[in-house]
């Protein structure tokens, strides 16, 4: 909906524009096809008068235009990064309240951080496993 306003609201001052260059180009058209007549009767400053304020019509439309297509497109990305935002924060406290309930309902089993328990059951394993490497390398207490 956004995009199409956009298109329609923008549209309006490139058709005025068009028609500036087109009328601005027929002066010169005019000009260059009867200079001999525009020489004779001294017009060259009435025809580039007329020319140049066609040619400010069409400037007056293309900046009109472009600073509405510019506001729109600022509002369209405002918009859009606001969403990214809030979605973005909201997923954080979901997350974070997520996990705080976790934590209550499902709390770590006992021992989960005890290496002590671990390493008492492959004591033999460890042991045999060091004293080999420190006979190997010559590494004595």
């Known amino acids: ?3 199409s306003f956009m298109v329609v609201w923008g549209s309006k001052d490139g058709i005025y524009g068009k028609r500036a260059y087109e009328r601005a180009s ?3 058209s005019e000009a260059l096809l009867n200079f001999r007549t525009v020489l004779s009767l ?3 400053t009435t025809m580039s008068k ?3 304020n066609q040619l ?3 400037e007056e439309a293309a900046i009109r235009q472009s600073s509405r297509v510019s506001l729109m497109m600022a509002l369209f990305l405002t918009t859009m990064f606001s969403m990214y935002g ?3 924060w909201y ?4 997350i974070a309240n997520s996990t705080e309930e976790a934590i209550l309902h499902h709390p770590a089993p006992p021992g989960l951080f005890d290496t002590s328990l671990i390493y008492d059951e492959h004591r033999e394993v460890i042991s045999d496993s060091c ?3 420190m006979d190997k390398h010559g590494v004595t207490e």
């Open 1 to 3: 909906v956004g995009i």
């Open 26 to 28: 027929s002066i010169a």
């Open 42 to 44: 001294n017009a060259e």
């Open 50 to 52: 007329k020319y140049d």
């Open 56 to 58: 400010q019509q069409s």
């Open 86 to 88: 809030v979605g973005l």
């Open 91 to 94: 997923g954080a406290v979901l």
């Open 131 to 133: 004293s080999s490497y």
